[in-house]
Structures are given as C-alpha cells and as structure tokens.
C-alpha cells in the first residue's frame, strides 16, 4: 500500500483543520442533545460516546464510504455511492449534515485545487478528492476520522463544563481508535457497512425540534 509523503500528509492537515471552511465547527452530531438531557455529562461519557460512534455509528460508516469513494472507477460510481450515503444517514439532521459539510468542501477544493466534484457528501468528496489528488487512502480515512473526532470534542468544550487540557486528554484517548477504524475501513468493502449507534441517531431526531440550541445538529 502506497504510504504518504511529507506533501500528501501537508494537503490532508488543510483539508481536515478546523481552518478549512467546511463549517464544521456549527454542528455537534447529536452531541447537544445529549448533554441537554445528561447523558454526556464529562469527559468520561463524552469519550464512551465517541468510541460508540466511531466503532458502531457514522464514524464507521464514513470511513467505509470514504474508503469506497477512493476506490471507485467512474464518476457515475461515485454518484451511486453518494446517493447510498444519503441513504444511510437516516436523521434529517445526519443528512443535512454530510450534505452541507460535503458541498462546502467540494466548492473549495475545486477553487484551490482545481479538483471538479459534484457536491457530495463529506466523506464521498473526501475520498474522491484524495482520489483525484493521488493521496494514499488510508491516511486520509485515519486523518478524516481524527478530525471529526476533534471537532465533536470542541463542540463538546462549548456546551458543558470541558476544560481544554481534559478535551485533550479526550482526543489523545480516542487517536488510537480512530487509525484502528481506518486501518479496518480500508481493509473492507461495503459489505461491512452498518450502523447501530441507534441512541446517537434518536439524538439527532430529537436535536431537531430542541430549544434553545446553539448547533445546526
């Protein structure tokens, strides 16, 4: 397998920082739902959570979708794997989500990179930018899934009391976790595709109708 150069792992840190206008920082995937009714409450249930995510929830998902989409052969592949992801991302709240963040991240990197994608959704447009851009796969699932990660912990920081050293601890805890998730997305195919993060998902439907709420998610 094709490992990263200094330049390949450079383009995927601006892809994934919290800088690249995405707008990732404005939702929380469920995660105020959850802290509004208790059930993560401390960097303790946050890190049971995110590990649900990443191993049973999207986190698992998106890097099978990421994955397939760095691997697909055509462009009409790639429009049916993106209707599949829409698909599978059951809550409004989940596709709107992917949808948003996909969109925003195929604008810019057809205006800086000059890489033409459709909008996609997230994960699809990163595989098939990564694709386009010669970036070897498995870095790309392991840094995607590192990024979503740190972006729940930082939504996290803004909705209950989180200090920064204690979310740090959270995103150092779950960095193994996440190339684990990669380096097994990368091994699979769709097949393995499932979710049964299902508290994650009645989250998102509850977040919906949730007043007050400072996330689009």
């Not at 992801?85 to 057809?110: L, M, S, Y």
């Not at 498995?138 to 912990?153: D, G, K, M, Q, W």
Request: proline letters at 4%; one cysteine or more.
């Amino acid at each position: 397998m094709a490992t990263a150069t200094d330049l390949d792992l450079l383009t995927l840190a601006q892809w994934l920082s919290p800088a690249y206008p995405v707008g990732a920082f404005a939702y929380s995937h469920g995660l105020e739902r959850l802290v509004q009714s208790g059930a993560v409450h401390d960097a303790a249930s946050l890190r049971d959570w995110l590990h649900d995510v990443l191993e049973h929830g999207a986190g698992w998902s998106d890097a099978l979708f990421l994955t397939a989409a760095w691997r697909a052969k055509s462009e009409l592949a790639v429009t049916e794997l993106d209707d599949m992801a829409r698909a599978f991302a059951g809550p409004f709240e989940r596709r709107f989500e992917t949808a948003q963040q996909g969109a925003a991240f195929c604008g810019v990197t057809a205006a800086v990179w000059g890489i033409e994608l459709a909008d996609l959704t997230y994960p699809v447009a990163i595989g098939s930018a990564a694709r386009h851009a010669g970036l070897p796969v498995e870095p790309t699932a392991r840094l995607y899934l590192h990024a979503f990660i740190s972006n729940l912990v930082s939504a996290a920081q803004r909705l209950m009391p989180l200090g920064q050293t204690a979310a740090q601890g959270v995103v150092r805890d779950m960095a193994p976790l996440c190339a684990i998730q990669a380096h097994a997305a990368v091994e699979a195919d769709l097949s393995a595709l499932s979710g049964t993060a299902f508290l994650a998902e009645i989250a998102a439907m509850q977040h919906e109708t949730q007043q007050p709420r400072i996330f689009r998610t």
